[in-house]
Structure formats: structure tokens, C-alpha cells
């Protein structure tokens, strides 16, 4: 059983950065592709940024060049560094694995881009 355990969200002005971290316990880590969604009031939750084991990355374009997704594979830490954020910015974040068939997801953070 793999757990997901997010931090580092709360309230920041737009053009401010947050950095979320996803601490996952387990021996697999290493092994994991990992990602971050996002999921703002009545919208679909949708995903923001991967990182496969080998540390291969990519983005929903609306956060390209934005935000970066980066894995610490000693610590079994995966983190989002947001940087230049927007109101739109604003949702749930959940960090996210799959092992085989099984979905993991983590309890969510909360980030809100507002003046």
C-alpha cells in the first residue's frame, strides 16, 4: 500500500510562487511515474505536470514555462515549483501514481491565487 501525502499549498498573490511537495512512502518510488492534477470548483480535475522514473517531464500548456514538476528520488519526494501564478491557478492540487492497475491519489492541498 502506497501513501501520498501533499504539502505547501495556501493563499498567494497573483505573479507569487508556492512550492508543493508529495512525500509517498513505500520502496517503489523510484520506479513511479508521478504527476500533479488539479481540480478548481465545478471543473473536471485535470492534469498539470509528469515525471516518469527516468525523470522525463511535460505540461498542460497552460503552465509550460510556468510551473516545474521535479522528483528527489533519496527523499521519495516529487514537488511542483509554481511560479508566475493566476487567479486560474486557483484549485485543489493532488498528487498521483499508478502501480499497475491501481490509481493512488494523495488528500489534496489547497492554492488560491487572489489579491
Known amino acids: 500500500q502506497v501513501q501520498l501525502v501533499e504539502s505547501g499549498g495556501g493563499l498567494v498573490q497573483p505573479g507569487g510562487s508556492l512550492r508543493l511537495s508529495c512525500a509517498v512512502s513505500?520502496?517503489?518510488?523510484?520506479?513511479?511515474?508521478m504527476a500533479w492534477y488539479r481540480q478548481a470548483p465545478g471543473k473536471q480535475r485535470e492534469l498539470v505536470a509528469a515525471?516518469?522514473?527516468?525523470?522525463?517531464?511535460n505540461y498542460a500548456d497552460s503552465v509550460k514555462g510556468r510551473h516545474t514538476i521535479s522528483r528527489d528520488n533519496a527523499k521519495n519526494t516529487v514537488s511542483l515549483q509554481m511560479n508566475s501564478l493566476k487567479p486560474e491557478d486557483t484549485a485543489v492540487y493532488y498528487c498521483?501514481?499508478?502501480?499497475?492497475?491501481?490509481?493512488?491519489w494523495g488528500q489534496g492541498t489547497q492554492v488560491t491565487v487572489s489579491s
Open positions: 498521483y501514481t499508478k502501480i499497475a492497475t491501481r490509481s493512488h
Open positions: 513505500g520502496s517503489l518510488f523510484s520506479f513511479l511515474a
Open positions: 515525471i516518469t522514473s527516468a525523470g522525463t517531464t
